[in-house]
Every structure is written in C-alpha cells, then in structure tokens.
C-alpha cells in the first residue's frame, strides 16, 4: 500500500543559521544603534500614553540591551512557541525581531493572549525600502559578473501589510507607522561589518551555502558608491533603514468601538448638504 505524503513546508528562515549569527554578533561585540533608536522611540510612545506598566516583556533577539533598556522588565526569546504567560502582562513589547519570524501572525498572536485586558502591544522591526540600496546592487553585481541570482536579503514587510496583522493577531485599535534612519557608510565592506554586528546577514532558507565570490563583492561596492553615494560626502555611501512601528490593545469593554452599520442618526447625504450650508 501506498500512503501519500503531504509536500513539507518551505521554511524561508534557517533558524539555526540565525542564532550563529546573533552568537557571533554578541562575540564581536553587537552593534546596537537602531535598537537605541527604537529603544528611544518605544519611550517617547509610551510618555504619550500617559499610563504606567507594571509587568512588561520584551521579546527579541537581542536579550543583553533590552534587559538594560528596560529595567525588571520579562525578556523573552523569540522562539516559535514564545515563553509568555496567558493574561500576565500589561505592555509586550516585539522588540527588532518580527521580522525574522515565520509566523509573524502566530507571533503577534501569542503576545496578544499575553496581555491583560486593555494592555498594549508594540512591535518595532525593519520593512519597506530598509536596505534596498544593498539588495539592489548585489542582484545587479550577481546577475552581471556570476550570472545568476541567489536569495541575499530577508523580504521586507510594506507597512500596510504589517499593519493589517495587528488584527489578524486579535488586537483592537491598531496602528502603523514607520520612521527612516539614513546611514553614512564609508563603502559596502564598512555595511557589511555593521550588519554583522547586528546579526542581520544572510539566515535565509534558500541563500547559497558558499562564500560570495570576491568579484561580486567588488563589482557590488563600485556600483553602490557609483549610484548610491551619501549626499553630503559624495566618497561615502548611504544606507536605508525603515523601521516600523505597530501598536494595539487587548480588547477590553471600556474601548471606543466603531458604530453598527445602519445605526447614523443623519445620512451622508443629508450631512455633506449640511456642510455645504454651513459655508455658505
């Protein structure tokens, strides 16, 4: 008898790969500016609340600056199966690391079952166009010099599309934004050294298994300080950082919630002649 298989689920993340790398960066001692942004940003946003959070957890890749950030705050592993406890926490925090998820939902998800009722969620992570000056110019160098492609750099989320998993999470009130970050490099090997340090190189699924070859490298760095260079100091080049913010709260009763459809008291119509009136 024959017992048909189901085809295996492709992973696009080589978690394996990506906790050497984050190892490796902790080594070399990690480079942490774009965490101490967002660290910063996380602050500001929480003074705008105007609410204190007694029992907050942070879940990232990047344990040691979150623990120093966040003092007696809940430091999680952004494992798949997060160490969190249902209903324990009043703020959870997804700090720099949704983007390496494979079930990002499933992460936010977790988080959300997490927190008390009205408690607050927010995730920071890099998307949209964050080193597309890099993708661009590997893919032109490969393509022209190694003829072929080989996946480089992780995909990154739009902030739409990032924003509509709040609600897929079971968040209410949802909220997206995003801030960019443009760096000065001195070239592309200076890039790379900091990505390193920032354990955000190569950890995907498919990437190639050998080390690049040198005249790709070359050819990649002439064209970034060709096309890409740092408008105040042309002999340098620039990189792009989006990072984006995603806010939402555990559902609670107390929360505004929108009209029933059907229940206005005064029709578009009746309201946009009203408005016109008004500035007669």
Not at 33 to 42: G, K, Q, S, T, Y
Not at 261 to 278: E, F, T
Request: aromatic content about 4%.
């Amino acid at each position: 008898m024959t017992i048909a298989r189901k085809n295996p689920v492709t992973s696009l993340i080589d978690r394996a790969a990506l906790l050497r790398n984050r190892s490796r960066a902790d080594r070399l001692g990690p480079v942490d500016f774009l965490h101490r942004l967002v660290a910063d940003e996380i602050e500001d946003r929480l003074a705008e609340v105007n609410r204190s959070f007694g029992d907050v957890a942070i879940v990232t890749g990047m344990p040691a600056f979150w623990a120093d950030a966040f003092p007696g705050a809940k430091i999680v592993e952004d494992s798949p199966e997060l160490d969190l406890e249902p209903g324990a926490h009043d703020l959870v925090i997804h700090a720099m690391a949704l983007h390496w998820a494979e079930d990002p939902v499933g992460q936010i998800a977790q988080c959300a079952r997490a927190l008390r009722a009205d408690g607050l969620f927010i995730a920071a992570c890099p998307g949209g166009r964050t080193l597309g000056e890099l993708r661009d110019v590997l893919t032109r160098a490969e393509a022209e010099v190694a003829a072929g492609l080989s996946p480089r750099i992780l995909p990154m989320g739009e902030i739409r599309d990032l924003g509509a998993l709040l609600n897929r999470g079971g968040l209410s009130l949802p909220v997206a934004d995003q801030i960019t970050q443009t760096v000065s490099y001195r070239n592309l090997f200076h890039l790379a050294s900091d990505l390193r340090g920032m354990a955000e190189v190569n950890a995907l699924a498919g990437r190639m298994r050998r080390p690049t070859r040198r005249d790709v490298l070359l050819r990649a760095a002439q064209i970034y300080s060709e096309d890409y260079p740092d408008p105040d100091d042309p002999q340098r080049i620039r990189a792009t950082f989006d990072l984006v913010f995603l806010t939402g709260w555990a559902p609670d009763e107390s929360q505004q919630k929108p009209l029933r459809p059907g229940s206005a008291k005064m029709s578009l119509a009746d309201a946009l002649s009203s408005l016109r009136k008004s500035h007669e």
